[in-house]
């Protein structure tokens, strides 16, 4: 396995970089996945909000896409974690926005990856109210691919 990370200070300004930003537009993110020859690609600081992102940036040919925005500024922080299609004993079964799990601790408890003795035991470090706020700033994506857990933090 391959694994690539990165702290990008923002996903739409890196991909204009040589080499990528010799691609025409919609493929440059495409063309700069596909340079690293990666299976997992971890991105920080991405500065993307949920309301600006376009197709060019989610919808990526061949990879799985997941994001963690920031709730509190726009284009603040944020994580972006791709993983190659084609790497199929990659494929995450499920994925959780936040280390804390609790800003959607109420939806299905399955797709919570946060233990609740994890989760107790920083309550009693820390007020819940600085959990979330943890959680809003999109600094942490989770994914479960079975045989371990990836964190993609800044």
């Not at 499920?94 to 299905?108: E, I, K, M, P, V």
């Amino acid at each position: 396995m391959n694994l690539v990370s990165w702290n990008v200070n923002g996903l739409r300004s890196v991909v204009g970089y040589s080499p990528w930003c010799h691609s025409k537009k919609h493929e440059r993110l495409h063309s700069m996945l596909e340079y690293f020859k990666s299976d997992i690609i971890c991105f920080q600081e991405t500065k993307i909000s949920r309301t600006k992102l376009s197709t060019d940036i989610t919808t990526v040919k061949g990879y799985i896409t997941f994001y963690s925005f920031c709730n509190t500024r726009a284009a603040y922080s944020g994580v972006a974690t791709y993983i190659r299609e084609s790497s199929s004993y990659l494929r995450p079964i499920r994925a959780q926005d936040g280390f804390t799990s609790l800003l959607r601790r109420n939806n299905n408890k399955n797709e919570v990856i946060t233990s609740n003795e994890l989760l107790n035991k920083l309550k009693e470090l820390f007020p819940e109210n600085r959990l979330k706020q943890l959680d809003n700033e999109g600094r942490c994506l989770i994914t479960d691919h079975s045989h371990f857990l990836l964190l993609n933090i800044y």
